[in-house]
């Protein structure tokens, strides 16, 4: 089993900026990616960023140029710089591993809400 637990959502006006974290624990590989996914309301829940543990990435269309994934393998930890936020971008936003940067997730977070309104 893999622990996932996020940090960092909130509510920010749109333009700003929030940084999200992600610990991971448990049976984690080194070798396994880790990512973000979101779920609006009314939505259906979608790729936002993952990342391999040699750095290769992989991005949705919606954020590429705005958001940013990296990872500190020795922690286990992801994180997802997200910049000039759109009020599109409100979600809750999970944190995953998953086999690979295009593997479906395997394991998911509980997730921390998102929020971008004036």
């Known amino acids: 089993q893999v622990q996932l637990v996020e940090s960092g959502g909130g509510l920010v006006q749109p333009g700003g900026l929030l940084r999200l974290s992600c610990a991971a624990s448990?049976?984690?590989?080194?070798?396994?990616?880790m990512g973000w996914y979101r779920q609006a309301p009314g939505k259906e829940r979608e790729l936002v960023a993952t990342?391999?543990?040699?750095?290769?990435?992989n991005y949705a269309d919606a954020v590429k140029g705005r958001f940013a994934i990296s990872r500190d393998n020795a922690k286990n930890t992801v994180y997802l710089q997200m910049n000039n936020l759109k009020p599109e971008d409100t979600a809750v936003y999970y944190c995953?591993?998953?086999?690979?940067?295009?593997?479906?997730?395997?394991?998911w977070g509980q997730g921390t809400q998102v929020t971008v309104s004036s």
């Open positions: 995953t591993t998953s086999r690979g940067i295009y593997t479906y997730p395997d394991y």
């Open positions: 448990g049976s984690i590989f080194s070798s396994d990616a």
């Open positions: 990342v391999s543990s040699g750095g290769s990435t």
